[in-house]
């Protein structure tokens, strides 16, 4: 018998996003269950073993998963110090992000399997951890909750290309998300493939629908907001941090990509913070 979980028992006060810390038991659990919701979960600390209905897997410290409504699976501790992290988000959210995010569909939440496994590495595993600190400091409103997921999902979709991707360009297009390399703009990403810029420009339109400068702004815009939410940088730095020293341009693609600028961006989700002691 699976066990079903809703959101409007967890999501309270209109609350569109709910944070959850807990140390596994080492028992298997009685049954799996599913919910309404759509889940994020990472292993902060130990191994997990994670039951899905006809398989299970060791997870280990890094390892995140993506569970869509309706996948049954359940969680259990192998060892005294499994920990992981659980994010609750509203089905609503989810949904919307989709229709003003198209590129996300096929990944992630947006996946057929209904269950999709990333891992994260120390570095960015420390940074996921940052933002969710971040979360819970916040009113956890729609402004918060894609404030935190946007970033995520947008670094693990563009480690997913399709299959008949040159290798070559899915390398760079990942050196790319390194900001040593996106300040250089779109020169920085074609430097990484050690080809002629306008082959580059022609295989990425062919493969992945945008051109070189299109691809590195994205990925600066999305670094730009992690960091407008979990620094205390001026836009300016943050702007010339990006490669973007042009604080018109900066603006324009912000706004274009955030629907927003990036100080509305920021007073919008730092409003109701608490801040620590």
Same mark, same amino acid.
């Given at each position: %018998?699976?066990?079903?979980?809703?959101?409007?028992?967890?999501?309270?006060?209109?609350?569109?996003?709910?944070?959850?810390?807990?140390?596994?038991?080492?028992?298997?659990?009685?049954?799996?269950?599913?919910?309404?919701?759509?889940?994020?979960?990472?292993?902060?600390?130990?191994?997990?073993?994670?039951?899905?209905?006809?398989?299970?897997?060791?997870?280990?410290?890094?390892?995140?998963?993506?569970?869509? *409504?309706?996948?049954?699976?359940?969680?259990?501790? /192998?060892?005294?110090?499994?920990?992981?992290?659980?994010?609750? #988000?509203?089905?609503?959210?989810?949904?919307?992000?989709?229709?003003?995010?198209?590129?996300?569909?096929?990944?992630?939440?947006?996946?057929?399997?209904?269950?999709?496994?990333?891992?994260?590495?120390?570095?960015?595993?420390?940074?996921?951890?940052?933002?969710?600190?971040?979360?819970? /400091?916040?009113?956890?409103?729609?402004?918060?909750?894609?404030? #935190?997921?946007?970033?995520?999902?947008?670094?693990?979709?563009?480690?997913?290309?399709?299959?008949?991707? *040159?290798?070559?360009?899915?390398?760079?297009?990942?050196?790319?998300?390194?900001?040593?390399? #996106?300040?250089?703009?779109?020169?920085?990403?074609?430097?990484?493939?050690?080809?002629?810029? *306008?082959?580059?420009?022609? %295989? %990425?339109?062919?493969?992945?629908?945008?051109?070189?400068?299109?691809?590195?702004?994205?990925?600066?815009?999305?670094?730009?907001?992690?960091?407008?939410?979990?620094?205390?940088?001026?836009?300016?730095?943050?702007?010339?941090?990006?490669?973007?020293?042009?604080?018109?341009?900066?603006?324009?693609?912000?706004?274009?990509?955030?629907? %927003?600028? *990036?100080?509305?961006?920021?007073?919008?989700?730092?409003?109701?913070?608490?801040?620590?002691?």
């Amino acid at each position: %018998m699976i066990h079903t979980l809703f959101h409007r028992d967890i999501l309270k006060d209109s609350r569109k996003v709910h944070l959850t810390r807990a140390t596994l038991k080492t028992a298997r659990p009685r049954r799996l269950h599913d919910h309404d919701f759509f889940e994020v979960f990472w292993v902060q600390n130990g191994r997990v073993r994670h039951h899905l209905p006809d398989s299970a897997e060791i997870l280990s410290e890094g390892d995140i998963g993506f569970i869509s *409504p309706g996948q049954p699976h359940g969680l259990q501790g /192998r060892g005294s110090d499994a920990l992981i992290v659980s994010i609750c #988000f509203h089905p609503a959210l989810v949904d919307a992000l989709a229709i003003h995010h198209p590129t996300v569909r096929g990944h992630l939440f947006w996946a057929d399997s209904g269950y999709v496994r990333r891992h994260r590495g120390i570095r960015e595993l420390a940074a996921l951890n940052h933002a969710a600190v971040q979360l819970e /400091r916040s009113t956890c409103d729609t402004l918060a909750a894609e404030a #935190f997921l946007l970033p995520l999902c947008a670094d693990l979709t563009a480690e997913a290309f399709p299959e008949n991707v *040159p290798h070559w360009l899915s390398a760079a297009c990942i050196a790319a998300r390194d900001p040593a390399v #996106f300040r250089d703009g779109s020169a920085g990403l074609v430097a990484q493939t050690g080809k002629a810029h *306008p082959h580059v420009s022609r %295989m %990425m339109r062919k493969y992945l629908g945008q051109t070189p400068s299109d691809y590195v702004n994205g990925i600066r815009m999305n670094y730009a907001a992690r960091v407008l939410t979990t620094d205390d940088l001026s836009i300016s730095a943050i702007a010339a941090d990006c490669g973007i020293p042009n604080m018109s341009h900066f603006h324009k693609l912000f706004r274009a990509a955030h629907g %927003m600028t *990036p100080l509305q961006y920021r007073q919008r989700l730092q409003r109701g913070i608490v801040q620590p002691g």
